[in-house]
């Protein structure tokens, strides 16, 4: 059935005027439609999505399980580095934020391209493997702009693991937010990297 004759064209008549714009109607959708996802996977007792604020950072995200958290002392920027972390497991899939203030703005991007290096390294991913791709953060720095890491590898145990990566950075705050499973379900990948904002 053509959209032009479908359903949603007469619910669209109803609730928009005939001269509203078609960005408007397109947005309303995919409003729309964000919500009736979010409320299909809130509704799951596999995925039970929660606001969470990492750290001290300002930075708030979702998650579908009830995080544990801990902090660690890591060498980031050339000196030791508090890190906090938050991680849960949740439908077969691993879901980690990690937040660390550098205390220098300066190192922000070194840092987050060494990072991501060590990652990659760690879950034995290859660049034909390995793609990357802007993200949209609200609130978070422009330069270097947030990006979204995808890539395939091997845990330790030699068994293929899909790894989704996030790193961005507000002043001297990094952040890495990732989400590992044998294999990535997109709806709840696109969930929750969609939720990151800084308040």
């Given at each position: ?61 979702l ?27 949740a ?54 702009a ?22 961005f ?16 379900e ?14």
């Amino acid at each position: 059935m053509s959209l032009l004759s479908s359903p949603f064209t007469l619910i669209t008549q109803c609730i928009f005027p005939a001269g509203a714009s078609r960005w408007v109607v397109r947005t309303a959708w995919s409003l729309v439609a964000l919500t009736a996802l979010l409320f299909a996977f809130g509704c799951s007792p596999k995925l039970n999505w929660r606001d969470v604020q990492a750290g001290s950072s300002g930075l708030t995200l979702l998650l579908p399980c009830k995080p544990d958290q801990g902090d660690k002392i890591v060498p980031l920027g050339g000196k030791p580095t508090k890190m906090t972390m938050l991680g849960c497991d949740a439908a077969g899939a691993t879901f980690a934020v990690a937040v660390a203030d550098l205390g220098d703005a300066a190192n922000v991007p070194d840092v987050l391209t060494q990072w991501q290096g060590i990652t990659l390294t760690n879950m034995k991913a290859v660049p034909a493997n390995t793609q990357s791709r802007p993200l949209r953060v609200p609130g978070a720095a422009f330069g270097p702009a947030p990006v979204l890491v995808v890539a395939q590898g091997q845990r330790p145990d030699g068994s293929a693991v899909s790894g989704w990566a996030a790193y961005f950075a507000k002043g001297s705050h990094v952040v890495q937010v990732v989400m590992y499973a044998s294999a990535i379900e997109p709806i709840a990948a696109e969930i929750y990297f969609a939720s990151l904002k800084f308040d």
